[in-house]
């Protein structure tokens, strides 16, 4: 035989003429298929404020929140280019509005987490109730909730959005609805939903839907203050004291799709090696520190944005008292029961 099956020419010219037939040999594409341990093509990466925020102030002078509908930077991931994503599954971006402006009513299937990074005065409206915005503060508009956002402030505002883009994308999940109004009717009053629901009490009759949140601000004040009365306490060998935003209904994550966090470090803290499957987006609130991973490391810090992808082994070193806002797809993994974690001693 001269055209034996295990010869390269051979092969290629099979490959040629099957793939005519949408047909792929496995075997060329098994082990990257199936890697021994978590593959991404995502890559660390730091976004100082001081390197981006000229450039968001730059974008309030080309575009109106109006016509934009949302005046983002992407935090796109420079190992995923064109993907609009930061990490495998999470986008993230930074948004401004400025005084006076509206980014108008609109929902979609796509759930999305704000964290305010510089500025206060701007509100976001999650189904018919407005939340004033201020540094450090959380707001979440759960999958096909109405949303817009205003600044009747008179400073500009600048948030981190984080949304589940690629995952819905990647389940052709997508649907989304103008509502017609700028900004949406209010129903409620400010404060109507963390009353009803944030104040360790739920509505006699309140049935938990869809795994969403009914509270939808977690206000930097609160949760700051929280951190602080456990500074003194036990400390987490890799993570200082880190706390996850809960849905107070159910004790499970905010949102399906995303998990968020606030942590502490006390200054001098070197933390111990870490990695997760969860490729996660962080942001510093206060202080500073060194992230140092196997082959870079960068100090960080207020206003910093720096991602870890997945299985990136890490170690953080808080200079100062440092506190860390981040998040990720940890409770999709978890409900599919593929969250893994590994601590080093
Ligand atoms: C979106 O609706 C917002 O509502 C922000 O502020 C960022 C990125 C992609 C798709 C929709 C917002 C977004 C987004």
Redesign the pocket.
Same mark, same amino acid.
């Given at each position: 035989m001269n055209a034996r099956i295990d010869e390269p020419a051979a092969r290629r010219a099979y490959y040629d003429r099957i793939a005519g037939h949408s047909l792929k040999p496995l075997w060329e594409v098994l082990a990257a298929l199936v890697p021994a341990q978590p593959a991404t093509d995502a890559v660390p990466a730091l976004w100082r404020w001081a390197d981006v925020h000229p450039f968001i102030t730059e974008s309030g002078s080309l575009i109106t929140a109006r016509e934009a509908? #949302?005046r983002?930077l +992407?935090l796109e991931n420079p190992g995923l280019p064109g993907q609009?994503t930061t990490t495998s599954t999470m986008?993230a971006?930074l !948004?401004l509005i400025l005084p006076g402006e509206v980014?108008p009513a *609109?929902r *979609?299937t !796509?759930s999305?987490l #704000?964290f305010v990074v510089d500025g206060e005065g701007a509100y =976001?409206a999650v189904d018919g109730e407005r939340v004033t915005m201020a540094p450090g503060d959380f707001i979440i =508009?759960p999958m096909w909730t109405w *949303? /817009? *956002?205003g600044n009747p402030g008179d400073e500009p505002v600048t948030w981190l /959005?984080g949304?589940d +883009?690629a995952v819905v994308r990647m389940l052709g999940a997508q649907f #989304?609805e103008n509502h017609g109004h700028e900004a949406q009717p209010v129903s409620r009053p400010e404060g109507d939903a963390a009353a009803r629901y944030g104040s360790g009490m739920l509505p006699v009759d309140y049935a938990p839907r869809n795994g969403v949140t009914p509270v939808f601000s977690y206000p930097y004040r609160r949760s700051r203050a929280a951190l602080a009365r456990m500074a003194d306490g036990p400390r987490h060998r890799c993570h200082g004291i880190k706390m996850r935003y809960v849905n107070p209904a159910t004790g499970g994550a905010p949102i399906a799709t995303i998990g968020a966090f606030l942590q502490w470090l006390p200054a001098g803290f070197a933390g111990a090696p870490y990695r997760s499957t969860d490729g996660t987006v962080f942001t510093v609130v206060e202080g500073s520190a060194r992230v140092e991973l196997d082959d870079r490391s960068f100090d960080v810090g207020p206003k910093d944005t720096f991602v870890i992808p997945s299985w990136h082994r890490h170690r953080l070193h808080a200079r100062e008292d440092t506190v860390l806002f981040s998040f990720s797809d940890r409770p999709i993994q978890q409900a599919l029961h593929l969250w893994r974690e590994h601590e080093e001693a």
């Open positions: 509908e #949302r983002v +992407i609009s986008y971006g !948004q980014a *609109h *979609h !796509q999305a #704000r =976001t =508009t *949303h /817009d *956002h /959005d949304l +883009i #989304r």
